[in-house]
């Protein structure tokens, strides 16, 4: 523990003025000059574009208490939702003051954190638990980091009203939640806990030297990544064990603790840890360019939820990137052409809340000029994560190529730019649940085999990619399969085609039915018990495709 203490910063923090988190005043004036310049200049026009929607957003005024009993969950998800957008718009003006000083960012960014403190401060009341720690520790964050840029344009008023609410609730929790080993312990998902111990440790550090709470604060959130967070937070194979989004958003606020500790500190848990800091399932699951506004499922990031495609992922490439001087990560980030921009989720409760990730402003400050924009010499083209049961393949780092991945027996394949089946090799009555899956590659072709059981001879369906262009895959279902894909293709017998010449055909078999309209996703949280408003359904066309003698094979080609 000595160690520890004097890593949270006993004495004074190695950076004693603000802001510190994420660059100093120094720093802050190369940051502004290079708003104009190359991949910069980019980012600053998605980030300033959604600055000024956050201006016409209207600061909070009432707080949404907690409600029990919650059948529907509905009270939880008003809640996260709130405080997520709350810290989004927070955050994000923050940021666009910094990288600009315009007067107008600055009156909206420090209305907006007066806001949260005002509303959100009550949080101070009734007993912590997992239900509102998830978000009240990101709301905190977030008016840390607000803190933090602001510092020097807030009046002393002003700055004094935030730290009060960061202390007050901050004592709450940490009393009564972060230190109980029954709530916040080891044995809690490993993805809560990484979010509410980096958040706490933000909060830590942006009061560092100012409060003496922040050095006792800092000192249990280093121990709790060092104990157990970063060696067991992700799988051994490099994702998160349910599922590859919150490798996403785990690595998100590792990352958003780790950076600030090593400027504010000099605590350097990157070289300590990089063994856990890896990207490979970036290098497995994401398909190609993203798109700015609304995104699909599968559109970037293969097994991706809507929410959580590349804009989501590529922060978290640029950091490893510039960290670790990879520059396959920085190609791959870069393929993101909404870098900066707010991400409007398209998640919005019966109520209005919306769900916002603000990831813009740390964008900006992670990417990293001087490293290349380049796919590194003799990369891996097949990944396996025994773990979670998945699998991948692609045929190259270039957009457009074949990508595909398995898991658990449900088959995505990416091809010219699209998802062009998406369903499941098993469904349900065809065949015993897959329960493993082997991988094998030559270099040329990459073989994924689905297996029933523990004998390999209970091979139920196979995924071949033949590179460059060509992938076969082989199922014996019992009955009909639906696939999902995305732009209506063009149906000509037992083949299907995109405009670009990406082709779908089936070799053996039939196609049988293709409805454009066929599938409208419904948005649902909760279990599925609260459905949530959709301003803009996503539909899909379902192929639905009828085996012969019990076997159905499909190869998708592309030009």
Not at 198 to 211: K, M, N, Y
């Amino acid at each position: 523990m000595a160690l520890l203490s004097a890593i949270a910063g006993k004495e004074e923090p190695r950076l004693p003025g603000h802001p510190r988190l994420y660059f100093t005043a120094e720093e802050l004036s190369r940051l502004r000059a290079l708003r104009s310049e190359g991949v910069h200049a980019r980012i600053w026009t998605n980030l300033a574009e959604s600055a000024d929607w956050c201006l016409t957003q209207v600061p909070r005024t009432e707080w949404i208490a907690p409600v029990s009993p919650d059948p529907i969950y509905l009270n939880l998800y008003d809640r996260f939702y709130a405080m997520m957008h709350d810290m989004a718009v927070m955050e994000h003006l923050a940021f666009a003051h910094a990288y600009s000083g315009h007067d107008r960012y600055l009156k909206g960014a420090r209305a907006w954190a007066l806001s949260c403190c005002r509303v959100w401060k009550n949080e101070a009341e009734g007993d912590p638990d997992a239900s509102k720690a998830y978000a009240v520790m990101r709301l905190l964050k977030g008016l840390a980091v607000s803190y933090d840029l602001l510092f020097d344009r807030l009046p002393p008023p002003e700055r004094d009203e935030i730290r009060d609410t960061m202390l007050s609730v901050g004592r709450k929790y940490y009393q009564w939640y972060l230190q109980n080993p029954g709530m916040a312990g080891p044995d809690q998902d490993k993805h809560h806990g990484s979010v509410e111990a980096s958040s706490f440790g933000v909060v830590a550090l942006a009061l560092l030297g100012e409060v003496p709470d922040a050095a006792d604060w800092l000192t249990l959130m280093v121990e709790k990544h060092i104990s157990y967070l970063l060696p067991q937070a992700l799988t051994p194979s490099g994702t998160q064990e349910q599922s590859s989004n919150f490798w996403a958003s785990t690595m998100q606020y590792r990352l958003f603790f780790l950076d600030a500790l090593r400027r504010v500190t000099g605590r350097d848990l990157f070289k300590d840890w990089q063994r856990v800091m890896d990207a490979r399932i970036a290098l497995a699951a994401v398909t190609g360019p993203h798109r700015t506004g609304l995104a699909d499922r599968n559109y970037s990031v293969i097994f991706g939820p809507s929410y959580g495609q590349l804009d989501y992922w590529s922060p978290v490439l640029l950091y490893l990137a510039r960290e670790y001087r990879r520059s396959i990560y920085q190609h791959l980030a870069l393929w993101d052409g909404s870098l900066g921009s707010i991400q409007h989720t398209g998640f919005i409760t019966p109520n209005g809340q919306e769900l916002l990730f603000q990831m813009g402003g740390y964008a900006y400050a992670w990417y990293d000029p001087t490293v290349p924009d380049d796919v590194e010499p003799n990369l891996p083209l097949s990944f396996e994560f025994p773990d979670v049961n998945e699998a991948y393949a692609r045929a190259s780092y270039q957009a457009g190529g074949i990508v595909l991945g398995v898991r658990q027996g449900s088959l995505v394949v990416h091809a010219g730019g699209r998802s062009v089946l998406s369903g499941s090799l098993n469904p349900a009555g065809s065949s015993p649940p897959i329960k493993t899956m082997t991988v094998a590659d030559d270099g040329a072709d990459t073989l994924i085999q689905c297996i029933a059981g523990e004998d390999r001879g209970a091979i139920v369906g196979t995924v071949e990619l033949r590179r460059p262009d060509l992938c076969a895959i082989l199922c014996k279902p019992a009955e009909d399969i639906r696939w999902l894909c995305d732009e209506e293709p063009a149906w000509d017998g037992d083949s299907l085609r995109w405009p670009d010449g990406t082709c779908v055909r089936v070799t053996k078999g039939h196609i049988v039915a293709l409805d454009p309209k066929g599938h409208t996703v419904e948005k649902a949280v909760g279990f599925g018990k609260l459905k949530l408003l959709d301003l803009a359904p996503a539909v899909y066309p379902v192929i639905v495709t009828r085996p012969d003698g019990g076997e159905l094979a499909i190869e998708v080609r592309t030009p």
